[in-house]
C-alpha cells in the first residue's frame, strides 16, 4: 500500500490553489507532477556539479559525466534491463520512437514490407512508421480495437504474415487505459522474424516494467510522465539490435573517430545520442526513479486500480446513464486512466467547468484520432452515425474527457470529482449556451 498523505507532501506544487479551491491534479497521462526530490537533484546539479559531459578531464566535467552516466545505470534497473548502455536518453518518447523508424526502420523496410500498428496508437507511434512506409513504399496495415476497448486479437493471425517487418503498439492505450496482452502480440510477431517496438508511454509509469520478460525489441518512454523533468525520456533497446544500428541523429559525441572519408561509431548509447544531451533532465529522471523503485512499482499498480474501481463505481451510481464511459470496465486490466463524455455537453466545456473547480483534466482527442473516429468517441447522443468529410467537424464533434491518476490522486479527490460532475451534470443545459464561470458562480 502507498502511504499517499506521505508522498503528497514531497510535492509542492499540491499546496497551490487553483480558482481558490484546492487543485486536484487528475491530467497524469499527459504529464505527472515533480516531488521536491526530483526538483532538488536538478537545482543541486546546477549549483554543484554544472559542466558539459565526456567532455574534459576537469573535475566539474568528471562529476557530471559521472551524474550522467550513473542515470543510465538507475533506469536500467528500473526497467531491469540487462546493461546500463541498452539505455538510450532522448527527450521523450516520441523521439525515442522517431529513432528506432528512422535508425532502424529506414535501412531494413523495402518496398511491398508490411509495417503493422494499432488503431489504439498514439500519433507518436503511428506516424514516424507512415513515414518510412511513405518513404520505402511499405504497406501500414492496423489491428483494430474492439468497441469493449481491447485490440482485436483474433486478427493478429491475418494482419501479421512473412510480410511483416515491424509490429509497433503501445503497452497501455492513453484514453482507454487498456494494457495489451503483449505475451500474445510478441508470440506472433517473433514466428515471422518481424521486430517489435513498444510504445512504454503510459505502462512504464505506472505497471512494473522488466524488458528481459516483455520480449520486445524496444520500449520508449517519457520521463515526464513518470515525476521526471520534461526533456528526459528513455529508448531502451536490445542489444543485438542496438549494435546493427547506425545513429539516427549524427555529430558530436556519437563517433570515436572521423576522417575526411571514413567514421566509425561510439557504441551504444553513446552512438544515439549527439550533441550536448540534457544533462540535468536525466539527473533528474533518475530521482524520480529511485523515488517510484522506493515506493515500489508494484505498489503503484495496486493504488491506480484501486482508484480506477472507486471511480468507476461512483460514476456508476452517482451519474448512471448521464455518462458514456470508454475503454474496459475491468480495473485490472486498464492503467488509472478513466475516458467519458457527458451526454450531449462538449468536452472542453466539461474540462473549462471541471476546472473551475480546481480539477485539472484533458480534454480532446488526445493524440489518438483514429482510435476516436474508430470508435465514434464523441460527447454527441448518439454519437456522429458518419465520421464527417470536413475536417474542422471532425475535430469539434469527436472527443472525450480524461481522467487520469497517480501517486498523490486519493479517493476523497475522486468523491470531490464525482461531486463537480454532478453538479456540471445537473446544469449541462445551462453550460451549453453560457460561459462555463457564468453557471458556476450563479451570475
Ligand atoms: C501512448 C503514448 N505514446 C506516446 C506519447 C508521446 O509522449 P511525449 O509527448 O512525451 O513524446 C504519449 C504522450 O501522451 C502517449 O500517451
Same mark, same amino acid.
Given at each position: 500500500?502507498?502511504?499517499?498523505?506521505?508522498?503528497?507532501?514531497?510535492?509542492?506544487?499540491?499546496?497551490?490553489?487553483?480558482?481558490?479551491?484546492?487543485?486536484?491534479? *487528475?491530467?497524469?497521462?499527459?504529464?505527472?507532477?515533480?516531488?521536491?526530490?526530483?526538483?532538488?537533484?536538478?537545482?543541486?546539479?546546477?549549483?554543484? $556539479?554544472?559542466?558539459?559531459?565526456?567532455?574534459?578531464?576537469?573535475?566539474?566535467?568528471?562529476?557530471?559525466?559521472?551524474?550522467?552516466?550513473?542515470?543510465?545505470?538507475?533506469?536500467?534497473?528500473?526497467?531491469?534491463?540487462?546493461?546500463?548502455?541498452?539505455?538510450?536518453?532522448?527527450?521523450?518518447?516520441?523521439?525515442?520512437?522517431?529513432?528506432?523508424?528512422?535508425?532502424?526502420?529506414?535501412?531494413?523496410?523495402?518496398?511491398?514490407?508490411?509495417?503493422?500498428?494499432?488503431?489504439?496508437? $498514439?500519433?507518436?507511434?503511428?506516424?514516424?512508421?507512415?513515414?518510412?512506409?511513405?518513404?520505402?513504399?511499405?504497406?501500414?496495415?492496423?489491428?483494430?480495437?474492439?468497441?469493449?476497448?481491447?485490440?482485436?486479437?483474433?486478427?493478429?493471425?491475418?494482419?501479421?504474415?512473412?510480410?511483416?517487418?515491424?509490429?509497433?503498439?503501445?503497452?497501455?492505450?492513453?484514453?482507454?487505459?487498456?494494457?495489451?496482452?503483449?505475451?500474445?502480440?510478441?508470440?506472433?510477431?517473433?514466428?515471422?522474424?518481424?521486430?517489435?517496438?513498444?510504445?512504454?508511454?503510459?505502462?512504464?509509469?505506472?505497471?512494473?516494467?522488466?524488458?528481459?520478460?516483455?520480449?520486445?525489441?524496444?520500449?520508449?518512454?517519457?520521463? $515526464?510522465?513518470?515525476?521526471?523533468?520534461?526533456?528526459?525520456?528513455?529508448?531502451?533497446?536490445?542489444?543485438?539490435?542496438?549494435?546493427?544500428?547506425?545513429? *539516427?541523429?549524427?555529430?558530436?559525441?556519437?563517433?570515436?573517430?572521423?576522417?575526411?572519408?571514413?567514421?566509425?561509431?561510439?557504441?551504444?548509447?553513446?552512438?544515439?545520442?549527439?550533441?550536448?544531451?540534457?544533462?540535468?533532465?536525466?539527473?533528474?529522471?533518475?530521482?524520480?526513479?529511485?523515488?517510484?523503485?522506493?515506493?515500489?512499482?508494484?505498489?503503484?499498480?495496486?493504488?491506480?486500480?484501486?482508484?480506477?474501481?472507486?471511480? !468507476?463505481?461512483?460514476?456508476?451510481?452517482? !451519474?448512471?446513464?448521464?455518462?458514456?464511459?470508454?475503454?474496459?470496465?475491468?480495473?485490472?486490466?486498464?492503467?488509472?486512466?478513466?475516458?467519458?463524455?457527458?451526454?450531449?455537453?462538449?468536452? $472542453?466545456?466539461?474540462?473549462?467547468?471541471?476546472? *473551475?473547480?480546481?480539477?485539472?483534466?484533458?480534454?480532446?482527442?488526445?493524440?489518438?484520432?483514429?482510435?476516436?473516429?474508430?470508435?465514434?468517441?464523441?460527447?454527441?447522443?448518439?454519437?456522429?452515425?458518419?465520421?464527417?468529410?470536413?475536417?474542422?467537424?471532425?475535430?469539434?464533434?469527436?472527443?472525450?474527457?480524461?481522467?487520469?491518476?497517480?501517486?498523490?490522486?486519493?479517493?476523497?479527490?475522486?468523491?470531490? *470529482?464525482?461531486?463537480?460532475?454532478?453538479?456540471?451534470?445537473?446544469?449541462?443545459?445551462?453550460?451549453?449556451?453560457?460561459?462555463?464561470?457564468?453557471?458556476?458562480?450563479?451570475?
Amino acid at each position: 500500500m502507498l502511504d499517499v498523505e506521505t508522498i503528497r507532501r514531497d510535492f509542492p506544487i499540491l499546496s497551490r490553489t487553483i480558482q481558490g479551491r484546492r487543485l486536484v491534479y *487528475f491530467d497524469n497521462a499527459a504529464s505527472t507532477l515533480k516531488p521536491i526530490q526530483v526538483i532538488e537533484a536538478i537545482v543541486d546539479f546546477y549549483k554543484n $556539479h554544472y559542466s558539459n559531459v565526456h567532455r574534459g578531464f576537469h573535475t566539474l566535467s568528471q562529476e557530471a559525466s559521472q551524474m550522467y552516466e550513473e542515470a543510465h545505470e538507475v533506469l536500467a534497473k528500473f526497467i531491469n534491463a540487462y546493461s546500463w548502455d541498452e539505455v538510450i536518453f532522448v527527450n521523450n518518447t516520441t523521439e525515442g520512437l522517431n529513432l528506432v523508424a528512422y535508425a532502424w526502420g529506414l535501412h531494413n523496410i523495402n518496398e511491398d514490407d508490411e509495417i503493422v500498428l494499432t488503431v489504439m496508437d $498514439h500519433h507518436s507511434s503511428m506516424l514516424p512508421w507512415r513515414r518510412i512506409a511513405e518513404l520505402k513504399k511499405a504497406k501500414v496495415k492496423y489491428i483494430n480495437v474492439t468497441n469493449d476497448g481491447y485490440l482485436d486479437y483474433d486478427q493478429l493471425d491475418h494482419i501479421i504474415t512473412e510480410k511483416t517487418k515491424v509490429v509497433v503498439f503501445p503497452i497501455a492505450s492513453n484514453v482507454l487505459g487498456t494494457i495489451n496482452d503483449v505475451k500474445k502480440i510478441v508470440k506472433k510477431a517473433k514466428k515471422v522474424g518481424a521486430l517489435v517496438v513498444a510504445d512504454g508511454a503510459q505502462s512504464v509509469p505506472h505497471i512494473p516494467t522488466n524488458v528481459r520478460e516483455l520480449g520486445v525489441d524496444f520500449l520508449a518512454f517519457s520521463g $515526464h510522465k513518470m515525476l521526471g523533468p520534461t526533456g528526459s525520456g528513455v529508448l531502451w533497446g536490445r542489444r543485438d539490435v542496438l549494435e546493427e544500428m547506425k545513429p *539516427f541523429k549524427v555529430g558530436g559525441d556519437t563517433i570515436r573517430d572521423v576522417t575526411l572519408d571514413d567514421v566509425i561509431w561510439l557504441d551504444s548509447p553513446w552512438r544515439f545520442e549527439a550533441g550536448t544531451p540534457n544533462i540535468e533532465a536525466a539527473i533528474g529522471l533518475a530521482a524520480a526513479a529511485r523515488y517510484l523503485m522506493k515506493i515500489g512499482m508494484e505498489n503503484v499498480r495496486q493504488h491506480e486500480v484501486e482508484l480506477v474501481r472507486y471511480t !468507476l463505481k461512483r460514476i456508476s451510481e452517482v !451519474l448512471g446513464e448521464e455518462i458514456k464511459y470508454y475503454g474496459p470496465t475491468n480495473p485490472e486490466d486498464k492503467t488509472g486512466v478513466v475516458a467519458f463524455n457527458i451526454k450531449n455537453l462538449h468536452h $472542453h466545456t466539461v474540462a473549462k467547468a471541471l476546472d *473551475f473547480f480546481g480539477i485539472a483534466v484533458r480534454s480532446g482527442m488526445h493524440c489518438a484520432h483514429p482510435l476516436h473516429y474508430a470508435l465514434k468517441i464523441s460527447y454527441e447522443e448518439p454519437p456522429p452515425a458518419e465520421i464527417p468529410k470536413n475536417v474542422d467537424e471532425r475535430l469539434k464533434r469527436f472527443g472525450c474527457v480524461r481522467a487520469s491518476f497517480y501517486i498523490y490522486n486519493t479517493k476523497d479527490e475522486v468523491d470531490y *470529482f464525482i461531486g463537480a460532475l454532478t453538479f456540471i451534470t445537473k446544469v449541462k443545459e445551462e453550460l451549453a449556451r453560457k460561459p462555463v464561470e457564468a453557471v458556476c458562480t450563479g451570475t
